[in-house]
């Protein structure tokens, strides 16, 4: 059942224009607009589409206001697809597109879909780069860029009260893999197709929440590019620049019209299947350094504070 990302996600939103400018500020580019819907496409292939709220097309809302509403998981094969209606009727509804694509809900109430998704192949700029000790680039300046332009999408992140829920169906349905924990906060999950660090993130929050979603850009020169750029425009981040020290990714987050955050994200780790899931504790592993530091990370925990372990079955209850 091999998923292999985000293929589309859908947005309800409380003002199209506004957040028109923020996507295209941002730096998506639009393939089609009318008076309801706006439809931004990434080089890999994949979407963003914006509807308004109350368009009865969509899914019921997961949460209160603008976020969200439906992730559309793209498939590689018609097989794979045919695979996951079979399983997912049998204990829940599943309505089937002209185009053939699959929507339900998920364990938590969250609108998802499935599709044929066919990646396109991103050409990977010669990002070589200097260090003492190590000359890699000669007689040629960086790239220089002055906005971001994101190629794909990583990953989207949403709240729950209920972890175990979110690790009973992506885990155990629709096969992803565990790629890493956040004791007590949250459960990162990789698509079986994917290589990326994590390509859905479950925070335990307490609530149904949409919390962000993040964009791929070529290196740190482009994600600060962007950040500045959009900054100028008057759009704000929280936090600043950072680093992950659980997935190694470089981030930007920005506050969205849209909903929660829209992240720049640059340089993640890739893993595969022989990849053993850890366990972090949360701020540890959440911050290796940020540009302003929140007040709850004003005392920084102490080196020896996160855990590793092996991956095992019992993986759902370490969570807690």
């Known amino acids: 059942?091999?998923?292999?990302?985000?293929?589309?996600?859908?947005?309800?939103?409380?003002?199209?224009?506004?957040?028109?400018?923020?996507?295209?500020?941002?730096?998506?580019?639009?393939?089609?607009?009318?008076?309801?819907s706006i439809i931004y496409r990434l080089p890999e292939g994949s979407y963003v589409v914006l509807k308004r709220s109350d368009d009865p097309s969509l899914p019921a809302a997961y949460s209160k206001g603008p976020g969200v509403r439906e992730v559309i998981w793209g498939v590689d094969t018609h097989q794979a697809l045919d695979g996951i209606e079979a399983d997912l009727k049998k204990d829940r509804t599943v309505t089937k597109d002209p185009d053939g694509t699959l929507h339900c809900v998920d364990d938590l109430g969250l609108g998802i879909g499935f599709r044929m998704f066919q990646r396109q192949p991103l050409a990977a700029k010669d990002d070589q780069v200097n260090s003492p000790g190590r000359s890699a680039r000669w007689n040629k300046h960086r790239a220089w860029y002055e906005k971001a332009t994101p190629q794909l999408i990583y990953h989207v992140v949403f709240g729950c009260?209920?972890?175990?829920?979110?690790?009973?169906?992506?885990?155990?349905?629709?096969?992803?893999?565990?790629?890493?924990?956040a004791r007590d906060r949250g459960v990162f999950f990789r698509a079986e197709g994917r290589n990326d660090h994590h390509n859905i993130f479950w925070a335990r929050t307490g609530k149904p929440q949409f919390m962000h979603?993040?964009?791929?850009?070529?290196?740190?020169?482009?994600?600060?590019?962007?950040?500045n750029d959009m900054q100028r425009k008057g759009w704000r981040s929280q936090i600043g620049l950072g680093r992950h020290r659980i997935s190694s990714t470089l981030y930007f987050y920005i506050q969205s019209p849209a909903g929660g955050e829209a992240e720049y994200s640059a340089d993640p780790d890739c893993l595969d299947d022989s990849w053993q899931p850890r366990i972090w504790e949360p701020l540890f592993g959440n911050q290796h350094w940020v540009a302003a530091l929140p007040p709850f990370l004003e005392t920084p925990p102490k080196q020896d504070v996160h855990l590793l372990v092996e991956e095992r079955p019992d993986l759902a209850r370490i969570v807690t």
């Open 1 to 36: 059942m091999p998923i292999n990302g985000v293929q589309t996600a859908v947005f309800g939103v409380d003002d199209l224009a506004l957040c028109d400018k923020f996507f295209t500020d941002f730096g998506l580019k639009v393939s089609a607009k009318s008076e309801t």
């Open 161 to 181: 009260d209920d972890l175990d829920k979110t690790i009973g169906f992506y885990r155990d349905r629709l096969k992803f893999r565990i790629t890493d924990v």
């Open 213 to 227: 979603i993040s964009f791929g850009v070529e290196n740190l020169d482009e994600l600060l590019a962007g950040a």
